[in-house]
């Protein structure tokens, strides 16, 4: 996880870097600027004690720095606002806390990916609108899932890019007189590059960035929220296939009803999601309809709350997944007792033996309904009762019946196996083994890849960190000197 440092750490970054780079270009002379630096440790020496004050505005900060350095030391505020300086500080603190909720994805994609590669064999019942359709391996249905989260991943690479830029130097809203080095700034506070525009940079990307990231946050959120109502689901069936594992965090008794095991993390993470959702809405909402420049949308705090709590949200989902136990031979053994596999008798019917998709789909129909009406499984049903309903189905869609039943009983059964539906998938993207072994490898590549990102991007925050303290040091020494 990135280091999470506070607004008032990133005013006194700003504040050293500042010195550092007007003092090289003779903006401030080197006694003054020496004098300054020794009342920016002194400031941030205070902040680290136990009580210490950390004020996180400008306007709180500049008396500590006036007391410890003096009156002249407010010559460090020429080509500088609050307005540049705040939000400087806000996409600081707000960039680290996004490369933490990067790291976190990453965690979980991993988790999710690792158990796909487990169940690539394992058969399961995914359902549409509420009612088991077709037969699946769970391996492919968790991929599924892993493609939404790396689309959010690439979602958040893309809001970073944009986040990354640094305001310093644009001061309210046109720059400055004063010939400021706004790119050694920005290279000084670990940022890719400074906001261009003077105006844009404060007063329209300032109140932007806080409704993108909620908007970033709420594609997490829903994808987490339907993994987990997918689960959730189970609970209602007095045979599942899928529950969580028992006891600590995961399940409670009910206090009343004894045979009650209730899912408290799904509840729980579930609840979390839809209040990150909520809070991800608001901070459009907060910018709606006003002013550029006005203050509403830009509090660091509610966006600092959206990704902790996005972060939270998909750290517990990690965890779910980690306490899922699957019951392979249950799942199996609904799908045996349904008619998931019923699609394939009608795309089969057209493939091998030229029958029209809707006839095919019709005589399928109509055996589920007599199926289910006598209470015959799938491959229990009488190969003659087949051939009947072929004859009839013809006849309810005013066709004339030229040829028997064109599918042999062993092909018919063959056909409605759930084993052969998945291994016999052709299209792209399908959950056959070719198909699962390329998707499982390009998502442990992409994986790789969003954890190398994260990597590169704390590496070089720190790296431009550790230069500026390296500069801001020699003041220091010029002092003793």
């Known amino acids: 996880m990135a280091q999470l440092r506070d607004r008032f750490y990133w005013l006194n970054q700003i504040n050293k870097a500042s010195t550092a780079i007007n003092v090289d270009e003779k903006l401030l002379s080197q006694e003054l600027g020496s004098t300054i630096a020794h009342g920016i440790t002194k400031i941030l020496d205070d902040g680290s004690k136990p009580d210490g004050a950390r004020p996180g505005r400008v306007i709180t900060l500049e008396p500590l720095l006036i007391k410890a350095a003096g009156i002249e030391a407010t010559r460090l505020h020429v080509g500088r606002s609050s307005?540049?300086?705040?939000?400087?500080?806000?996409?600081?603190?707000?960039?680290?806390?996004?490369?933490?909720?990067?790291?976190?994805?990453?965690?979980?994609?991993?988790?999710?990916?690792?158990?796909?590669?487990?169940?690539?064999?394992?058969?399961?019942?995914?359902?549409?609108?509420?009612?088991?359709?077709?037969?699946?391996?769970?391996?492919?249905?968790?991929?599924?899932?892993?493609?939404?989260?790396?689309?959010?991943?690439?979602?958040?690479?893309?809001?970073?890019?944009?986040?990354?830029?640094?305001?310093?130097?644009?001061?309210?809203?046109?720059?400055?007189?004063?010939?400021?080095?706004?790119?050694?700034?920005?290279?000084?506070?670990?940022?890719?590059?400074?906001?261009?525009?003077?105006?844009?940079?404060?007063q329209i990307s300032g109140t932007e960035m806080p409704v993108e990231l909620g908007a970033v946050c709420t594609s997490m959120m829903l994808h987490a929220g339907a993994f987990i109502q997918d689960v959730m689901s189970q609970y209602g069936n007095p045979r599942p296939w899928i529950l969580l594992k028992e006891g600590g965090d995961n399940t409670y008794v009910s206090s009343a009803m004894p045979q009650k095991r209730n899912p408290g993390i799904l509840n729980s993470t579930r609840a979390d999601a839809s209040r990150i959702i909520t809070l991800g809405f608001g901070r459009a909402v907060q910018a709606h309809n006003i002013t550029p420049g006005m203050i509403d949308a830009r509090s660091t705090s509610d966006s600092v709350e959206v990704v902790k709590g996005a972060t939270a949200v998909l750290k517990d989902l990690a965890r779910i997944l980690g306490a899922l136990q699957i019951n392979a031979e249950r799942a199996l053994e609904e799908?045996?007792?349904?008619?998931?596999?019923?699609?394939?008798?009608?795309?089969?019917?057209?493939?091998?033996?030229?029958?029209?998709?809707?006839?095919?789909?019709?005589?399928?129909?109509?055996?589920?309904?007599?199926?289910?009406?006598n209470n015959i499984r799938p491959s229990d049903f009488p190969y003659e009762q087949a051939q009947n309903i072929w004859i009839t189905a013809h006849q309810h869609l005013q066709l004339e019946c030229t040829a028997v039943l064109p599918m042999s009983a062993e092909e018919l059964r063959e056909t409605l196996n759930p084993a052969a539906v998945v291994q016999n998938r052709a299209t792209t993207g399908g959950p056959q083994p070719t198909e699962m072994s390329r998707m499982l490898k390009e998502a442990q590549d992409r994986v790789r890849g969003l954890k190398a990102w994260r990597s590169a991007q704390s590496s070089y925050i720190e790296s431009s960190l550790s230069r500026l303290e390296v500069d801001f040091q020699k003041l220091l020494v010029a002092v003793q000197n």
């Open 335 to 373: 799908l045996n007792s349904d008619w998931t596999a019923s699609q394939e008798v009608a795309d089969v019917l057209m493939i091998r033996h030229d029958v029209p998709f809707r006839v095919g789909h019709h005589f399928v129909s109509e055996m589920v309904t007599y199926a289910r009406k």
């Open 83 to 202: 307005q540049d300086m705040h939000t400087t500080a806000t996409i600081a603190t707000i960039r680290e806390h996004t490369l933490n909720l990067a790291d976190q994805l990453h965690r979980t994609i991993s988790r999710m990916v690792s158990m796909a590669e487990e169940h690539v064999n394992t058969l399961v019942p995914n359902y549409t609108n509420g009612v088991a359709a077709q037969p699946n391996s769970y391996g492919h249905y968790l991929l599924g899932h892993v493609a939404g989260l790396l689309r959010d991943a690439e979602r958040l690479q893309q809001f970073y890019a944009r986040l990354d830029r640094c305001p310093m130097g644009s001061t309210v809203l046109n720059g400055s007189r004063w010939p400021l080095d706004r790119q050694r700034m920005a290279s000084y506070l670990g940022f890719a590059a400074v906001a261009d525009n003077a105006f844009d940079a404060v």
